[in-house]
């Protein structure tokens, strides 16, 4: 329980980091395409960071393809939470970044195939 604790928190720091410098390599393409290239790079480094902590971590297991998948699709879904459902944005407090919410998905994404 402690590993994947460590893990998740190595996925939120590295995820959050990580995708400035991943997609500002990646041209604009507007903000559809840029919300679901966020959320491809969140969901790729999410992974690429459970494989290595799976090196690393005694107890955490090591992700496969379909764990890679079910981290897109979180980080999808929640990209798709920012662009078509802002009345959902609004009911959150205004201290939540709104980027984060694609991270969620692919961590939460990641952990439902674990």
């Known amino acids: 329980m402690l590993g994947y604790i460590i ?14 410098i991943i997609a500002s390599q990646i041209p604009n393409q507007g903000a ?7 959320a491809t ?5 999410v992974w690429l960071v459970g494989l290595i902590g799976s090196l690393v971590l005694k107890s955490v297991r090591r992700p496969g393809a379909p764990t890679l998948v079910s981290a897109l699709v979180g980080a999808l879904i ?5 662009l078509f459902l802002p009345d ?3 009911a959150l407090p205004a201290e939540i970044n709104r980027g984060f919410i694609p991270l969620a998905g692919a ?7 674990r």
Do not use: E, P
């Open 32 to 38: 559809l395409i840029d919300r679901l290239v966020d």
């Open 88 to 90: 959902l944005l609004r």
């Open 107 to 113: 961590i939460l994404g990641y952990l439902v195939r």
């Open 78 to 82: 929640g990209a798709a939470i920012i």
């Open 41 to 45: 790079c969140f969901a790729v480094i």
């Open 7 to 20: 893990l998740i928190a190595l996925q939120i720091i590295v995820g959050w980091f990580g995708k400035d």
